[in-house]
């Protein structure tokens, strides 16, 4: 039956796509590859979405596995399998991909083909990432989604691509040969590459800070937490529009999740050791990105930092073992990336206008894109935490968890809010309120009617999840219970004696 492969189906379909695109697209015939490129992002989505239907939450675990021999002299697997923390992630790609094609349509006019195909197929490897369960084939697809993302920077971006690519790479690459460097002890030790074996070894507490921090080099990059953040802010700025939503609203992401499938569960002793130092780092993003974040004059670089900064609550609500706040950090995860997505496409509106992300080269944007601005103070509201769209749930449960682990660690957190609008509000009113700037924004014309269903369609999903965020807890709710269970009991050699 085709539902006991969906997860194959969710990795090869979009890449498939894209090689289909590469084959039979080319710039002599754009209408045709971006339909192609279209129909492949949507086949893609709706392979996906047996996931969510036929997912058992009440259950959690792994479920739709499949396990074929790969390279079994080593005993390496083509091993697939979800849990509630993969599957929210998975739908978010695969949605953020249809996003990202619908908005190239027409911006995109040399190597369309190309282009294209770039998304297609880094959305099938990324999905790889979130369903691998052995510990190579996660790796394969790990550094293989990075090509398509250095070709989206290298080829398609700004002025400077090249510096923002190989800074991109090089931070990625180096997190992640420690990362591989870990495995292979793992292996030595279980055996195996199959991760849910790593979940059971026993450690001591030395060998499992060397594991962590091993893992933390490539996660925290990835997130990306500070003081390991630099290369970010240059790829968004860099990137083309679609190259900063896939960025933002998924890549980020694979950090956060990693966290939860290696680094907390292998070296759970470990994790609670260095608790403190996480949580201390994640208020560091919190609140001193944010300040950064006040004084930039690039509207992508702006949210960029804010990006980090919403990022840091993802790592603290990890950090602070409560449902809540494991629960709250699943909500931003996937919250984050609905409003980020959005926030790029907003600035990518504009830029197609006036090739200008400088805020002070606008002013009065309202007078002559009132329906682009309704939408545009929309998603900065959500930015800073307006109850009501899915940007204060996710915060909100975290800062509730951390309320119960410490008042200062909550009280810290919280002053983001207090930021984020300061941030969020000083753009909104200096691009789109007041009189016209200048005869460039007096000319601008408002959304076509392919900006508009983009923005509507994540606009729907930023209140929806605000209004009712259960359609995320449910998912993810008895796998946090799980893990929360699993990372209660120490691993340490003396601890069943």
Sequence with gaps: ML?????????????????????LGNDSRPVLTRWLALFGAVAGLLVTLPLYTHFNFVEGGFQFQEVSYWIPAFQIYYHLGVDGISVPLILLTSFTTVICIVASWQVISKNIAQYMAC?????????????ALDSILYYVFWEAM?????????????????????KFFLYTLLGSLLMLVAFIYLFHT?????????????????????????????????IPMWPVHTWLPDAHVE?????????????LKLGGYSFLRFAMPIAPDAAHYLSELMIALSLVAILYIALVALVQKDMKKLIAYSSISHMGFVTLGFFLFSQLGL?????QMISHGFISAAMFLCVGVLYDRMHSRQIADYGGVANTMPMFAAFAVLFAMANSGLPGTSGFVGEFMVILASVKYNFWVAFIAATTL?????????????????????TKVAALKDLTRREFT????????????GVYPQVITEMTQATSIKFLNHMAISKLPTAGM
């Design 3 to 23: 539902i006991d492969h969906i997860l194959s189906l969710s990795i090869w379909v979009p890449i498939f796509a894209g090689v289909l695109v590469l084959a």
């Design 454 to 465: 983009l923005l509507t369609v994540l606009a729907l999903l930023t209140i929806g999840i």
């Design 119 to 131: 998304f297609l197929i880094m959305s099938g490897l990324m999905i790889g990432v979130f369903s």
């Design 146 to 166: 990075l090509i398509p993302m250095f070709l989206v920077i290298g080829i398609w971006g700004g002025p400077n691509r090249v510096y923002a690519t190989i």
């Design 418 to 438: 207090i930021f984020g609008a300061s941030y969020t509000l000083w753009m909104v009113k200096r691009v789109f309120y007041g009189s016209v700037a200048n």
């Design 327 to 331: 629960e709250g950090a699943m909500v």
């Design 239 to 251: 990137a083309p529009t679609a190259g900063s939503v896939v960025l933002a609203a998924v890549m």
């Design 190 to 222: 279980t055996g195996s590459f199959n991760i849910a074996k790593y979940h059971d070894v026993v450690l001591p507490l030395n060998v499992q800070i060397l594991i962590f921090m091993a893992f933390f080099m490539a996660f925290a990059v990835k």
